[in-house]
T-cell receptor, first 114, second 114 residues
Framework: AQKVTQAQTEISVVEKEDVTLDCVYE???????LFWYKQPPSGELVFLIR??????QNEISGRYSWNFQKSTSSFNFTITASQVVDSAVYFC???????????FGTGTKLQVIP | EAQVTQNPRYLITVTGKKLTVTCSQN?????MSWYRQDPGLGLRQIYY???????DKGDVPEGYKVSRKEKRNFPLILESPSPNQTSLYFC?????????????FGDGTRLSIL
């Protein structure tokens, strides 16, 4: 069975601070896919990034960056210079390579205080 | 506009009264899925479908049925709803190729079973 753990339930930061959201996963598959989604207060789910298990290259997109480490089964998400608009619930998700099941973490609620 | 459309957006009903939540996508996606979102539990997959007439259980299928008679539609059926099915439901779709395609989500359906 696959599992995704987001141990941080809620995080509060002051605007312009950096913040890292942790994601730890478990899977027996050698090929798998990891995702991050954002759910702002309006409720929709917005795709942020995907990563394949065979590509450990980290990625940066503007103020967002992702650190994928297979050795620790982690796929952490960092927001640099946070802004109020970053306030949302962030979900990490895992899709196994041999299956079409998708497992989400329980989410981390980020509050950015002006 | 590419989108996943769920109906209704909100529904209050009573225990035992059969209901159907419709989901339609206009992106010609093979993969469709239903999730429920509950506080502290994140999103949990109910059912998914790889293509027409191909469906499989997710992590929490009990009490739900689905069908995939057409590629664009994937209705969620609650034959005899119970209060523990009160939740926020999301439908999602994606391409299958590469197994790493991000999912596009509908806006959600909030169900209250009294």
């Amino acid at each position: 069975a696959q599992k995704v753990t987001q141990a941080q339930t809620e995080i509060s930061v002051v605007e312009k601070e950096d913040v890292t959201l942790d994601c730890v996963y478990e899977t027996r598959d050698t090929t798998y896919y990891l995702f991050w989604y954002k759910q702002p207060p309006s409720g929709e789910l917005v795709f942020l990034i995907r990563r394949n298990s065979f590509d450990e290259q980290n990625e940066i997109s503007g103020r967002y960056s992702w650190n994928f480490q297979k050795s620790t089964s982690s796929f952490n998400f960092t927001i640099t210079a946070s802004q109020v608009v970053d306030s949302a619930v962030y979900f990490c998700a895992l899709k196994g390579g041999g299956y079409q099941k998708v497992t989400f973490g329980t989410g981390t609620k980020l509050q950015v205080i002006p | 506009e590419a989108q996943v459309t769920q109906n209704p957006r909100y529904l209050i009903t009573v225990t035992g009264k059969k209901l159907t939540v419709t989901c339609s996508q206009n992106m010609n996606h093979e993969y469709m899925s239903w999730y429920r979102q509950d506080p502290g539990l994140g999103l949990r997959q109910i059912y998914y479908s790889m293509n027409v007439e191909v469906t499989d259980k997710g992590d929490v299928p009990e009490g739900y049925k689905v069908s995939r008679k057409e590629k664009r539609n994937f209705p969620l059926i609650l034959e005899s709803p119970s209060p523990n099915q009160t939740s926020l439901y999301f439908c999602a779709s994606s391409l299958v190729g590469g197994l790493n395609q991000p999912q596009h989500f509908g806006d959600g359906t909030r169900l209250s079973i009294l």
